[in-house]
């Protein structure tokens, strides 16, 4: 079995984290009031949440990132995402070590930077 890492964010407001990520295709898988979050995406993606009431948006320095096999699947994603959120979504950019990376600021401003390997 392969591990598998999950990030875990803070959430001000687990109904607007909800909100939020379900119009990115995400689900709400489950809620512990006051405690715990968890939504899945199709793709694979997992993310946890915990309650953190009074989270000042603007010093929130959480973050995680989330890797894909291809280019072309962190492209496609950041396209879709990009349709329905685009004031949270920074476009796919190239790097210099080999990835297409794209950002996503929820509306906590957890950072989530998703990539993919340059195909080739």
């Known amino acids: 079995m392969a591990a598998v890492t ?13 909100d939020f990520y379900r119009v990115l295709g995400f689900t709400e898988i489950r809620r512990w009031s006051g405690e ?12 946890h949440f915990w309650d953190r009431p009074g989270l000042d948006p ?11 096999d ?5 492209r496609a ?8 959120a685009p004031e949270h979504v920074r476009p796919p950019q190239p790097t210099d070590y ?18 993919g390997f340059v195909d080739g």
């Open 6 to 18: 999950i990030p875990i964010l803070p959430s001000s407001d687990f109904d607007a984290t909800s």
């Open 36 to 47: 715990y979050l968890i939504l899945s995406h199709p793709v694979g993606i997992e993310l």
């Open 58 to 68: 603007v010093v929130n320095d959480a973050s995680c990132y989330i890797r894909f």
């Open 70 to 74: 291809s280019e072309d699947m962190a």
């Open 77 to 84: 994603l950041a396209e879709r995402w990009g349709r329905v």
């Open 98 to 115: 080999g990835l297409v990376e794209f950002v996503v600021l929820d509306t906590d401003r957890n950072l989530l930077r998703l990539g």
